[in-house]
Nanobody, 122 residues
């Protein structure tokens, strides 16, 4: 199983930007689809974005399309989420996840990190 550690969260004003990172270890990173989910207070886990093994295919939730960019560096075993034009409704704990397919990611059946808090003030 792959181990995942997120970083880069914090407090930012609306309209600002943050870049989240997810460091992977334990298995061959480039074999995995990777994704980001988020969980706002009192809500379930919401899919944010995903990316295939090579980075050539990306998937986004409608709520973040055009504002967030998912990318990966297989040489560094690291996944990224660049978040621009942040809104207060983006406030949540953001989780990194790894899976063998996009279905595994979207069905929440993969490996998960511990999460990083993102807070957007208005």
């Amino acid at each position: 199983q792959v181990q995942l550690v997120e970083s880069g969260g914090g407090l930012v004003q609306a309209g600002g930007s943050l870049r989240l990172s997810c460091a992977a270890s334990g298995r061959t990173f480039s074999n995995y689809y990777m994704g980001w989910f988020r969980q706002a207070p009192g809500k379930g886990h919401e899919f944010v974005a995903a990316i295939n093994w090579s980075g050539s295919i990306t998937y986004y939730a409608d709520s973040v399309k055009g504002r967030f960019t998912i990318s990966r560096d297989n040489a560094k075993n690291t996944l990224y989420l660049q978040m621009n034009s942040l809104k207060p409704e983006d406030t949540a704990v953001y989780y990194c996840t790894a899976g063998e397919s996009i279905a595994t990611i979207q069905e929440k059946r993969g490996s998960w990190g511990q999460g990083t808090q993102v807070t957007v003030s208005s």
